[in-house]
């Protein structure tokens, strides 16, 4: 079952920050975040994996809530760069790892 | 250290006719992915394995067959295409024993039309 991802599209001027949610029906063990531009493979921006953290990658970071079942991803001071599809994956503890619907996430200048 | 490769790149199939996706990684990674991307739908787990010789259903298997025969390849099979396969198909892997850690990397992507 896909993760629910939301809101389903966000526009930002350059220097705004922004919060795209993500949330399952089913326990998670692992929360996965990646980014894709228009045309290419998904990157890897970081993993949070149970037992409770809160990474950061650049100016870029998530949150994970094992009690709600929820992440969150947090980017602050949006660059151009961060412009694309933002995707949530949610893992089990045997390797599955479903995406959910992606978040459009549009920087301008 | 090439990641993910995803052959071929781009593939015109007619309805009926059959093929077969190769992924090659060189990350020593257990797991590995096949998903497809269509407009609006995300990324759809097909198909996954998580060590050499095992295989297992996603979410949308119907259609698809598997093979995970080495470590470092697999194969998306599609014995008697439809259009409604028409998709951008990538595979992706992740995690490693020795790190423990799973980050993943996608391949390229293979855009494969079926007339």
């Known amino acids: 079952q896909q993760p629910v991802q939301s809101p389903q599209a966000v526009i930002l001027r350059e220097g705004e920050d922004a919060v795209i949610n993500c949330s399952s029906s089913k326990a998670l063990y692992s929360v996965h975040w990646y980014r894709q531009k228009h045309g290419e493979a998904p990157v890897f921006l970081m993993i949070l994996l149970k037992g409770g953290e809160q990474k950061g990658h650049d100016k870029i970071s998530a949150s994970f809530n094992e009690k709600k079942q929820q992440s969150s991803l947090y980017l602050t001071a949006s660059q151009l760069s961060y412009s694309g599809t933002y995707f949530c994956g949610t893992g089990t503890s045997y390797g599955k790892l479903t995406f959910g619907q992606g978040t459009i996430l549009t920087v301008h200048p | 250290n090439a990641g993910v490769t995803q052959t071929p790149k781009f593939r015109v199939l007619k309805t009926g006719q059959s093929m077969t996706l190769l992924c090659a990684q060189d990350m020593n990674h257990e797991y590995m992915y096949w998903y497809r991307q269509d407009p609006g739908m995300g990324l759809r787990l097909i198909h996954y394995?998580?060590?050499?010789?095992?295989?297992a259903k996603g979410e949308v298997p119907d259609g698809y067959n598997v093979s995970r025969l080495k470590k470092q390849n697999f194969l998306l099979g599609l014995e008697s295409a439809a259009p409604s396969q028409t998709s951008v198909y990538f595979c992706?892997?992740?995690?490693?024993?020795?790190?423990?850690?799973?980050?993943?990397?996608f391949g390229a992507g293979t855009r494969l039309s079926v007339l």
């Open positions: 394995s998580v060590g050499e010789g095992t295989t």
């Open positions: 992706a892997s992740s995690y490693t024993r020795r790190t423990r850690i799973p980050e993943g990397y």
